[in-house]
């Protein structure tokens, strides 16, 4: 069958050495259509229609393709930049620097709207009194994914979009993220969490 093949497998870590030889062998023979979707990745709620509509929620390491042990120290100089991490060949987990080009682009172009307007869908996003609609001004439609929490929780569905970047915190245990969020008009990157939650990841064409 024609397209990218993307193989699921379930939240079980002797599977790292399993996997590792599998990319080696996709590698070797050039197998460019597959890819394998690595552990702790959700839909939210759990629910497959969640996953179709707002995509895959990610902890830190798993964004990076990164063994899980990642979620709780640092990787270093694993994080060669571009990092491809879970995206398809010829793209890559945004830096804190892609995303800045992205939010100054817009606040030039936007004619003074706030940028987390310019970047949110026109619907989906639960309205606020005083926030202006999205507007998906330059096609960047996001979603208001939600998030889940490290103890298994899920939250904010309709309210908050948090985008992983390809940096983490000194603590090794915290990752820097850029988020929207319902309650006001922009978006913000100075945020750092767990990397045990789970946000979206956003792509960039190399």
Same mark, same amino acid.
Request: charged share 20%; proline share 3%.
């Given at each position: 069958?024609?397209?990218?093949?993307?193989?699921? $497998?379930? !939240?079980? +870590?002797?599977?790292?050495? *399993?996997?590792? %030889?599998?990319? /080696?062998?996709?590698?070797?023979?050039?197998?460019?259509?597959?890819?394998?979707?690595?552990?702790?990745?959700?839909?939210?709620?759990?629910?497959?229609?969640?996953?179709?509509?707002?995509?895959?929620?990610?902890?830190?390491?798993?964004?990076?393709?990164?063994?899980?042990?990642?979620?709780?120290?640092?990787?270093?100089?694993?994080?060669?930049?571009?990092?491809?991490?879970?995206?398809?060949?010829?793209?890559?987990?945004?830096?804190?620097?892609?995303?800045?080009?992205?939010?100054?682009?817009?606040? $030039?172009? !936007?004619? +003074?709207?706030?940028?987390? *307007?310019?970047? %949110?869908?026109? /619907?989906?996003?639960?309205?606020?009194?005083?926030?202006?609609?999205?507007?998906?001004?330059?096609?960047?439609?996001?979603?208001?994914?939600?998030?889940?929490?490290?103890?298994?929780?899920?939250?904010?569905?309709?309210?908050?979009?948090?985008?992983?970047?390809?940096?983490?915190?000194?603590?090794?245990?915290?990752?820097?993220?850029?988020?929207?969020?319902?309650?006001?008009?922009?978006?913000?990157?100075?945020?750092?969490?767990?990397?045990?939650?789970?946000?979206?990841?956003?792509?960039?064409?190399?």
């Amino acid at each position: 069958l024609p397209g990218l093949k993307i193989i699921l $497998k379930g !939240n079980h +870590d002797y599977w790292w050495t *399993t996997v590792k %030889k599998m990319n /080696e062998y996709l590698e070797l023979n050039d197998f460019k259509n597959i890819m394998f979707l690595y552990n702790n990745s959700y839909c939210y709620e759990n629910k497959t229609a969640n996953c179709t509509k707002f995509g895959r929620l990610y902890t830190w390491a798993v964004a990076m393709a990164l063994p899980t042990n990642y979620n709780n120290e640092l990787a270093g100089n694993l994080l060669n930049k571009p990092l491809q991490g879970i995206c398809p060949e010829g793209y890559h987990v945004p830096s804190f620097e892609d995303f800045q080009i992205l939010a100054d682009f817009v606040d $030039k172009a !936007n004619e +003074d709207e706030g940028i987390g *307007t310019s970047l %949110k869908t026109t /619907e989906v996003w639960n309205q606020v009194e005083n926030i202006a609609i999205g507007t998906n001004r330059f096609g960047f439609s996001a979603l208001p994914a939600g998030q889940r929490t490290p103890n298994g929780q899920f939250n904010s569905l309709g309210d908050d979009q948090s985008f992983w970047i390809a940096e983490e915190s000194h603590s090794g245990n915290q990752a820097s993220y850029w988020n929207l969020y319902s309650e006001n008009d922009k978006f913000i990157g100075t945020y750092v969490n767990s990397k045990n939650y789970a946000y979206s990841v956003r792509c960039v064409k190399h």
